[in-house]
């Protein structure tokens, strides 16, 4: 990594909310500033794992409402391909697959409204943060550490993950990129997924989650939230923009429109709701 490359936020105290995937989804992306708004949480403690533009119909809108709020944000793979003015989404879907053939539509939709200068925003984002709290150095990537792209899911092995840290450097490495909230203590470090706010993990349930970074004495406690928002908002925006795809039915089942990309543990749970602990470090 290009240490150039890194924005240091500092050591910071207090909690942090970390979310990614807002997916051009505006109503969620709102309801993710108002509860950091609720929990008292300012933008310099609000880092984002990226990928701001995807699924959803309110692209502009949404980029609007994050560069206002002035929250700290990660390059997704999004972001650096409507960036450059790609002809696609760089999401690191397999050629031909159902989530290769979706793409298409959703990404021509974005580009052809994203602005020049939303353009120069995104493609001066960083490829990843770097900031301390309560004495643990904390990296954020969007996939992983030098692959924008990369699926690292809860299944994926100790040995990825554990690879992952050593190229970060830190106690903590947090990501984002596939939708699945996750989290796995690795010796005397840990790696994090986030999850994402803009479409449901698949698990039957409508609601994005996030992460908070809570200091507790010498101990940081990982707590991951679900996040509710007004859905049909969503919804509505997509039919008035007649960005009708399978993933607003997704907004409403909570179910994915295809699980190309999972690994076979994730598959089996498709539809379960997610329950997750709170991981002390």
Request: glycine share 10%.
């Amino acid at each position: 990594m290009d240490a150039r490359q890194i924005p240091e936020l500092g050591d910071l105290s207090g909690p942090i909310l970390i979310f990614g995937g807002p997916y051009s989804n505006l109503a969620a992306t709102r309801a993710m500033r108002e509860r950091a708004e609720e929990l008292g949480i300012p933008p310099e403690r609000t880092p984002c794992t990226g990928d701001v533009v995807a699924y959803c119909a309110q692209p502009e809108e949404t980029v609007a409402l994050i560069r206002d709020w002035g929250i700290a944000v990660v390059q997704g793979n999004c972001e650096e391909s409507l960036g450059l003015g790609a002809q696609a989404c760089g999401c690191g879907f397999d050629e031909g697959t159902t989530c290769s053939l979706l793409s298409v539509d959703w990404y021509r939709f974005a580009n052809e409204r994203i602005s020049e200068d939303d353009r120069a925003w995104m493609r001066d984002l960083p490829k990843s943060i770097r900031f301390t709290l309560n004495d643990k150095s904390i990296l954020v990537v969007h996939g992983g550490v030098e692959q924008i792209n990369r699926f690292i899911f809860p299944s994926t092995a100790v040995a990825i993950k554990e690879a992952e840290l050593d190229l970060a450097g830190t106690d903590i490495l947090v990501g984002g990129h596939n939708g699945i909230p996750a989290g796995a203590r690795i010796g005397e470090r840990v790696w994090l997924n986030t999850g994402a706010i803009g479409v449901p993990a698949n698990d039957g349930t409508p609601d994005g989650w996030y992460l908070l970074l809570i200091p507790e004495g010498k101990t940081l406690t990982c707590r991951w939230q679900r996040l509710s928002y007004p859905v049909e908002e969503t919804v509505t925006a997509m039919q008035s923009a007649a960005l009708v795809s399978d993933y607003l039915n997704t907004l409403h089942t909570g179910l994915w429109p295809s699980m190309d990309v999972l690994p076979e543990a994730e598959r089996e749970l498709r539809g379960q709701p997610i329950l997750m602990e709170d991981l002390k470090f």
